[in-house]
């Protein structure tokens, strides 16, 4: 198991410099001068644009940018953002704290609702309540994100006032965005959790274990529930890596403070220090995450070995 987690680890750092390598490469083909908006009127003059470029160390090859991002990234530090001249990482680090809240609200969601849904419509097969669920979850997935996000501010926010329409103070700002983006990932939990748990029904162990004696719940606790959740571990975790790289339209429409708006407002602004850190994140968020799952996997099913 050591040597399986170090050797992915060593892979994660292969990943996050293949993505920033690429991520360099598409910055630099891109149309426009970053430092060419900046600064107003006196930005245009070439003598501040050239002085600007010298400071950022856009005037050298690619390849030479690229060298010097990596030096830096080794110790930390992400560069300074062009607009604000402060560091990237005094910029990002309250941005990530808030796009964590809302992540880890979400997969909360996800997996309280998620799982009970989908339990439920698994154990009660061909219900009511399975119907019920079948048709929610169906109408849920159908809708894109950004009509959920409005329906929930124009009715919880401007026709009830039950919750703010905007902004990232308070637990009560943070309900909206949370339940926008967990209603989808909450209806394909609940679908994937009925699918495979009626697939664990119908083993043979577990008929033979009914058949043998053993106490109904036991069986559903020990093998029905155990087996079926597996799957539903592998989407969440790529779900909550998702998340934590930051959910860009939920926080657009809320003008939530995250990475997502960070990013949104960086790419606008062709400001490339911040749109660079917030991908390496999400690559090394992503990649992290997939190795916790898969040593999950190991923990909820012996029989699956880590090699």
């Known amino acids: 198991m050591g040597r399986y987690i170090v050797r992915r680890l060593g892979q994660m750092v292969l990943v996050v410099l293949g993505a920033t390598m690429i991520l360099f490469v598409c910055l630099f083909v891109l149309p426009g001068d970053p430092v060419g908006s ?20 856009l005037d050298k090859p690619l390849a030479v940018q690229y060298f010097n991002y ?120 609940a679908r ?20 043998k004696g053993v106490p109904r719940r036991a069986v559903l606790l020990k093998h029905v529930l155990r087996n079926s959740v597996i799957p539903v571990v592998t989407y969440l975790g790529i779900s909550f890596g998702t998340l934590l790289g930051g959910a860009l339209i939920t926080e657009a429409i809320f003008n939530w403070d995250g990475i997502g708006l960070a990013l949104v407002t960086a790419i606008q602004q062709q400001n490339n220090p911040i749109v660079i850190a917030v991908v390496t994140y999400g690559v090394a968020v992503f990649v992290v995450l997939n190795l916790i799952v898969d040593v999950l996997y190991a923990v909820l099913d012996p029989r699956i070995r880590l090699a």
């Open 192 to 211: 994937l959790m009925r699918g495979t748990m009626l697939e664990v029904l119908r083993a043979d162990y577990v008929k033979t274990a009914i058949a």
């Open 38 to 57: 900046l600064g107003g009127d006196k930005a245009r003059d070439p003598a501040v644009v050239q002085e600007l470029r010298q400071r950022y160390g």
């Open 70 to 189: 990596v030096k830096r990234l080794a110790t930390g530090d992400l560069g300074e953002d062009y607009t604000q001249r402060r560091p990237v990482n005094e910029i990002l680090a309250p941005k990530v704290k808030n796009t964590a809240k809302l992540a880890i609200a979400a997969i909360l969601i996800d997996i309280v609702l998620g799982l009970f849904a989908g339990i439920i419509a698994a154990l009660f097969r061909y219900s009511f309540w399975d119907v019920l669920v079948t048709l929610l979850t169906t109408i849920a997935i159908g809708f894109p994100t950004f009509v959920i996000g409005l329906l929930l501010q124009n009715v919880f926010a401007l026709q009830l006032g039950l919750f703010p329409l905007f902004g990232t103070e308070g637990f009560s700002s943070l309900v909206l965005p949370a339940v926008t983006l967990a209603i989808i990932d909450a209806a394909l939990v």
